[in-house]
């Protein structure tokens, strides 16, 4: 069986509840998401976007807010493609002027397998 690594983000409470359920079943943490996502892939889905939309009160903003994000959601979607894209360029160019880039900037690599991320080390040390 092939596997790929991969890397996600999840929040520290889940994360820790799958390290506790992993840990009291004798299994590794990334045999409890293969699991859990075989679960998932095995439900059949009510429609393609079954499970995924924003839940009318979030829990991360008071209603006022999740108000105001649909509000301006909206507004830029009466927008024609050309206008949403002159508008990203200002906010981007805006967002420079407040807050310069730094010198220094981290890079995320990712490799199908370690020979892949041998050569891209060899080939790094090389000057290529």
């Known amino acids: 069986m092939a596997f790929t690594r991969i890397s996600i983000t999840l929040p520290r409470d889940v994360l820790a509840a799958a390290d506790r359920r992993a840990r009291a079943l004798d299994r590794s943490r990334s045999w ?9 892939l095995a439900t059949p889905a009510r429609s393609p976007t079954a499970g995924v939309r924003e839940s009318d009160a979030p829990v991360y903003a008071v209603q006022e ?20 894209l002159q508008r990203a360029e200002q906010l ?32 790094r040390r090389a000057g290529g």
Do not use: N, T
């Not at 807010?65 to 949403?84: G, I, T, Y």
């Open 65 to 84: 807010v999740a108000d105001a994000r649909r509000r301006h959601l909206a507004a830029d979607l009466k927008r024609s493609p050309a206008e949403r």
């Open 92 to 123: 981007a160019r805006l967002a420079r002027e407040v807050r310069p880039r730094r010198a220094s900037r981290q890079q995320v690599v990712g490799f199908d397998s370690y020979e892949d991320f041998y050569e891209w080390k060899r080939a």
């Open 32 to 40: 409890l998401i293969v699991e859990a996502l075989r679960a998932y």
